[in-house]
């Protein structure tokens, strides 16, 4: 029985104890998959205008363009699941409202007109899944009477083609928008296609990798393959690659190789590992897998049709169980395992999430494709390296220690942007362990270090951070990769930091290292993963560590407000750790040098996963005109099926040892 028949969307209003029929499908198959769809499809039909051409999420929340942009988002951004399964033969019993709204919102004498687009206009953006719906739904096209088409043909092509766009991953969008009207017979730029995707191929930087940006930019997040340029380039490939051939199989050797790194990702819960921007998309960041299959790529060794189909499958299950994402109306919110604004980009409107319908893609390929009739296969662990390293994004990855986790440096956001420093700049990201953002410009409640250094020269209210690294490189010594950069928080304090990965024989354990050349005085604080601050019986916070129980923090959790109480705090060689959900930890390995350990108790809503953290942390002061060197082990043991709470801390007696080749470097150790 479809969530279709079962539930009349207009009533679904979410209470105290009720679960979103998202999570109520059994994912397993074709079908069910679209089932899932309807959940996601059906919350919207109360939004809808009275014509149809725009949708309003409540939320009331501004965002940097206009209302009736963030509206045509609530509309357009749902085509890519929409289209995605009239493409593959599905049928939906709104289909309707989406035809009608495409017609009220392209003509100009209509009061819910969608507007004349400017220059940098984010109706640009809405043109991309709406010129994808009609490339492969006809029943948009059909639909439309001659001057509903001539409407269409205006606002869809003859706008966007005589406009600025940024230089970013947006030219695809005005590819699509021409391509839709191409696949129909109606007035496109031919021109604007070619010379778009000759620009777009100067951001590609090999072994798949493409920037999300010209020479000069180093962002390559997912907006790199999900979000954008690999999921539209193999969209591409499926829809124009009959007559260039030469680009699909360009772009489809793109997907092979990025696959081998994309995979790296995931781990085997099905999670992705939180990195950079726009991550309030959620699922969207497993669409790759879809549309590898939907562009008939050949998989490369040692993938699989039934290793893909996990990929995604898996994804999507562990949403389901993230059942705070959803509004009493059952609509996405902005956040990511839970409402959270301070995570939000200032694009993000309430419909922005919406994106990520581009996990449906998967729709939109035939029920007789190997990526449906093959077998679900779990993730092939044995089959790739424990670690790796990254050379295009600046990332080692890693999956010892149960979770998979990749050390980054290099990377920044091309523009401002709020929480850049966290979302681009930490030391180490985790799929088990999601990253931090300020909630404010005040001590270190409020900056939330987690995996980061910060450093204060005003007494600790206000922290500088790793956003830009003078240099970033992977090296390697013998065959472990090792990420080295350069930095500078302030223009007198020179900072070189190298992160190692675990080592088969410390799995939950990476080392962090920094040399600091200090000419000025600054306090620091170097940060562990956050991790959730609650009791398992009450929710109440962290209590002192009891073997017993398997739960609590080292040293005590002490209030923002008494933050120099003793038992507060611990020797940096003895570390700090919080055990709750999993362990995380922190140890200061330098002898030469006293540093405290302590637990932050970050700001609520700072964490992506988590509502309420707290953060092992080191810290200390340096002298004006003084060199240090720090070396820290952080540990990380996820929780997970099957594993006891007795057992989060059993590798944190073993600390790891610290690599000749750094000994070397560093004459005080």
């Known amino acids: 029985m479809s969530y279709s028949s079962r539930n009349d969307p207009k009533e679904l209003l979410l209470g105290y104890s009720d679960v979103h029929p998202f999570s109520e499908v059994n994912i397993s198959d074709r079908a069910s998959v679209q089932e899932l769809l309807e959940t996601l499809l059906d919350p919207l039909k109360p939004?809808?205008?009275?014509?149809?051409?725009?949708?309003?999420?409540?939320?009331?929340?501004?965002?940097?363009?206009?209302?009736?942009?963030?509206?045509?988002?609530?509309i357009c951004r749902p085509m890519w699941a929409l289209g995605s399964l009239l493409?593959?033969?599905?049928?939906?019993?709104?289909?309707?409202?989406?035809?009608?709204?495409?017609?009220?919102?392209?003509?100009?004498?209509?009061?819910?007109?969608?507007?004349?687009?400017?220059?940098?206009?984010?109706?640009?953006?809405?043109?991309?899944?709406?010129?994808?719906?009609?490339?492969?739904a006809p029943v948009f096209w059909e639909s439309l009477s001659e001057k509903e088409r001539a409407n269409v043909e205006a606002w869809l092509g003859n706008s966007i083609n005589s406009k600025h766009m940024p230089n970013t991953n947006w030219l695809w969008f005005r590819v699509f928008a021409n391509l839709g009207l191409k696949k129909n017979g109606g007035k496109y730029s031919q021109e604007r296609i070619e010379q778009d995707i000759i620009h777009l191929n100067s951001f590609f930087r090999g072994e798949g990798w493409s920037n999300d940006g010209p020479e000069g930019i180093w962002q390559q997040d997912y907006y790199s393959g999900s979000f954008a340029i690999q999921f539209l380039q193999l969209l591409y490939a499926r829809l124009a690659g009959g007559e260039d051939p030469a680009k699909a199989e360009e772009f489809k050797k793109r997907a092979q190789d990025y696959a081998l790194d994309f995979i790296h990702y995931f781990d085997e819960e099905g999670r992705a590992i939180p990195f950079g921007?726009?991550?309030?998309?959620?699922?969207a960041m497993a669409s790759f897998w879809g549309a590898l299959a939907y562009a008939d790529v050949e998989l490369p060794s040692p993938l699989t049709w039934g290793v893909v189909k996990g990929l995604l499958l898996r994804n999507l299950r562990w949403w389901q169980t993230q059942e705070q994402i959803w509004s009493p109306s059952g609509t996405l919110t902005l956040g990511y395992s839970f409402p959270n604004m301070y995570m939000a980009e200032n694009y993000n409107s309430p419909q922005?999430?919406?994106?990520?319908?581009?996990?449906?893609?998967?729709?939109?390929?035939?029920?007789?494709?190997?990526?449906?009739t093959s077998k679900e296969e779990p993730y092939p662990s044995s089959l790739l390296p424990t670690v790796k390293g990254l050379k295009h994004p600046g990332h080692i990855v890693s999956y010892l220690g149960g979770h998979r986790m990749l050390l980054s440096s290099g990377q920044a956001c091309s523009y401002p942007m709020k929480g850049t420093h966290a979302k681009y700049g930490a030391f180490a990201y985790s799929s088990a362990y999601g990253y931090s953002v300020p909630t404010g410009c005040f001590s270190l409640e409020q900056f939330a270090l987690a995996s980061q250094l910060g450093l204060s020269d005003d007494g600790g209210e206000v922290w500088k951070t790793r956003r830009i690294c003078e240099e970033a490189v992977i090296e390697y010594h013998g065959d472990q990769p090792?990420?080295?950069?350069?930095?500078?928080?302030?223009?007198?304090?020179?900072?070189?930091?190298?992160l190692l990965p675990p080592a088969e024989a410390t799995p939950n354990w990476h080392l962090r290292v920094h040399k600091i050349e200090a000419g000025r005085e600054v306090m620091t604080a170097d940060g562990a993963f956050a991790i959730c601050n609650e009791r398992?019986?009450?929710?109440?916070?962290l209590d002192l560590y009891t073997e017993q129980i398997g739960e609590?923090?080292?040293?005590?959790?002490?209030?923002?407000?008494?933050?120099?109480?003793?038992?507060?705090?611990?020797?940096?060689?003895?570390?700090?750790?919080?055990?709750s959900k999993g362990a995380v930890g922190i140890v200061d390995l330098q002898g030469g040098i006293e540093r405290n350990a302590m637990l932050v108790n970050a700001d609520p809503n700072s964490n992506l996963v988590e509502s309420r953290t707290v953060i092992p942390t080191l810290q200390h002061t340096i002298r004006k005109a003084e060199n240090v060197w720090y070396v820290a082990g952080i540990y990380a043991k996820p929780?997970?099926?099957?594993?006891?709470?007795?057992?989060?801390?059993?590798?944190?007696?073993?600390?790891?040892?610290?690599?000749?080749?750094?000994?070397?470097?560093?004459?005080?150790?």
Request: hydrophobic content about 35%; aromatic content about 12%.
């Open 47 to 74: 939004h809808f205008s009275p014509l149809k051409a725009r949708v309003r999420i409540p939320g009331g929340t501004a965002v940097r363009f206009d209302n009736t942009a963030a509206e045509i988002e609530g």
């Open 277 to 283: 921007r726009s991550v309030g998309y959620r699922f």
């Open 639 to 669: 929780s997970g099926q099957g594993i006891s709470a007795h057992s989060y801390l059993d590798g944190w007696k073993e600390v790891p040892s610290v690599p000749k080749w750094l000994k070397d470097e560093m004459p005080t150790l």
């Open 552 to 579: 609590g923090t080292l040293p005590k959790i002490i209030g923002n407000y008494d933050l120099n109480t003793p038992e507060g705090s611990s020797p940096g060689k003895i570390g700090a750790f919080a055990v």
């Open 352 to 372: 922005s999430p919406m994106w990520a319908c581009l996990a449906f893609i998967c729709l939109a390929v035939p029920a007789n494709h190997p990526f449906w």
């Open 536 to 541: 398992k019986k009450d929710g109440r916070n």
């Open 87 to 136: 493409a593959g033969g599905g049928t939906y019993h709104g289909t309707e409202w989406w035809i009608q709204g495409l017609k009220a919102g392209t003509d100009p004498g209509s009061p819910e007109y969608w507007g004349d687009p400017r220059d940098n206009d984010q109706r640009m953006v809405e043109m991309c899944p709406l010129g994808f719906t009609l490339a492969v």
């Open 482 to 498: 090792v990420l080295k950069s350069i930095w500078k928080p302030f223009p007198d304090v020179k900072i070189k930091t190298y």
